[in-house]
């Protein structure tokens, strides 16, 4: 087995590593800086002032002006979780009957499996929105496909697996014409765009800190104005004006703005050099291995992102021995890839199985090299040679 090298990580949309200077602003929060912020000596005081320069920081990056209208959450699953059974149970409560929820096929399993067990509970009717083969969801679609009794339209961002961007500001505006609340998950979105969200029609977004080189394990909920009887998920305290209960994780709310205050000042150059990796690795991809296709849309996609499908390969087998000449990729979210194979959304957007089980994502970062990339590439071309012959 090869020895890890940073280099050779190619999961940024699994996860980013945390960058020093976030840490050393999160260090003095686990140490010195220890208090509650729900105390009111001075220490807890001090620990409320760094949640409150971290809730600024984060309201200024997206444009918000109502401090009330960012809820910090313990990840972007949670914040999901929040808005949909949130969302289900207001109508619930109002007319004793399950509601119905639009959603995309390519949600993520924050989106997917809760909308799930909540129908499978009787809270909720899923209705499932088509998409095209770039898994796109087109705005018109989702115009005719509102029904009167539709509780909440969710349409994912930017699709962790295939990179595919959906045209969100469109849809925001039909759920709006419509009066239908409109959720989008931007986890993936948020690190590689800048959103003027306050002025934006969607009513509730989710963003993550460890997409975007911050820690792992924290998370928020945007709202949009207008937003009215948000319903909390998680009871106890009234922290977060009662819209979350729950001590704060002082040190990762802090990290999570610092994260997203870096990417402010370094947007265009870091945008760049994202753009750059993932575009030597499309084309070195494309020219060089036969048989592949780039799943996803060819530009509306993530900034890092790139993602193929392999004919006749089976993924699990390729990332494996990927990993042992060094190189991280992944067949997938996650959250999943160690459980399930078939590459469901490649079946999604209209590929056959043969195509499907060769899928793999291949994301960069900061510290992604040329070098690295070539040296992957060659790793690619030489595994799956060896695949197809045996
Ligand atoms: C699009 C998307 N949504 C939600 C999540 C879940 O985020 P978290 O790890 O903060 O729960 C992820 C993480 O992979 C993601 O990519």
């Known amino acids: ?47 409320y002032g760094a949640v409150e320069d971290a809730r600024n920081i984060l309201l200024d990056h997206f444009h918000i ?3 009330d209208n960012l809820i910090f959450t313990g990840s972007s699953t949670e ?31 924050a989106v997917n499996e809760t909308a799930k067990f909540l ?17 796109q969801v087109d705005p018109d679609d989702v115009r005719k496909m509102i029904r009167s009794d539709t509780v909440l339209v969710s349409v994912i961002y930017g699709n962790n697996e295939i990179g595919t961007i959906n045209p969100i500001p469109e849809i925001a505006r039909v759920c709006k014409e419509k009066g239908i609340p409109f959720h989008t998950d931007a986890t993936q979105y948020v690190a590689h765009n800048q959103i003027d969200f306050g002025n934006s029609e969607i ?13 792992k394990g924290t998370g928020a909920i945007l709202l ?40 402010d000042n370094e947007f265009d150059k870091r945008i760049q050099f994202e753009r750059q990796k993932r575009d030597l690795l499309i084309q070195l991809i494309s020219e060089n291995i036969p048989d592949c296709l780039l799943t996803g849309h060819p530009t509306e996609r993530l900034t890092n992102h790139a993602s193929f499908a392999f004919k006749g390969i089976d993924s699990l087998v390729l990332q494996s021995l990927l990993d042992q000449k060094g190189f991280a990729v992944s067949i997938g979210s996650a959250c999943r890839s160690s ?36 040296s992957l590439v060659n790793a690619l071309k030489r595994s799956i040679r060896i695949l197809r012959r045996s």
């Open 1 to 47: 087995m090869k020895r890890l090298n940073i280099e050779n990580y190619f999961d940024y949309a699994a996860t980013t590593p945390l960058l020093p200077t976030v840490f050393t602003r999160m260090q003095p929060y686990f140490t010195n800086l220890f208090g509650n912020p729900s105390s009111a000596h001075r220490f807890g005081q001090q620990a």
């Open 65 to 67: 002006t109502n401090p």
């Open 79 to 109: 914040a999901c979780n929040t808005i949909l059974w949130g969302t289900v149970f207001q109508y619930w409560k109002i007319y004793g009957k399950p509601g119905r929820l639009l959603i995309s096929p390519l949600e993520h399993s």
């Open 119 to 135: 129908q499978d509970a009787g809270f909720c009717i899923i209705d499932q929105l088509p998409v095209n083969q770039y898994g």
């Open 203 to 215: 009513s509730m977004m989710n963003i993550a800190a460890h997409k975007c080189y911050g820690p």
């Open 224 to 263: 949009g104005n207008g937003v009215e009887n948000f319903l909390p998920f998680i009871h106890g305290g009234k922290q977060e004006n009662g819209k979350r209960a729950g001590t704060h994780n002082v040190p990762y709310i802090v990290g999570m703005a610092a994260a997203y205050q870096i990417l």
């Open 339 to 374: 459980k399930i194979h078939g590459q469901q959304q490649l079946i999604d957007i209209g590929l056959s199985s043969e195509w499907a089980n060769g899928g793999l994502r291949i994301t960069v970062g900061i510290y992604t090299t040329d070098d690295a990339i070539y």
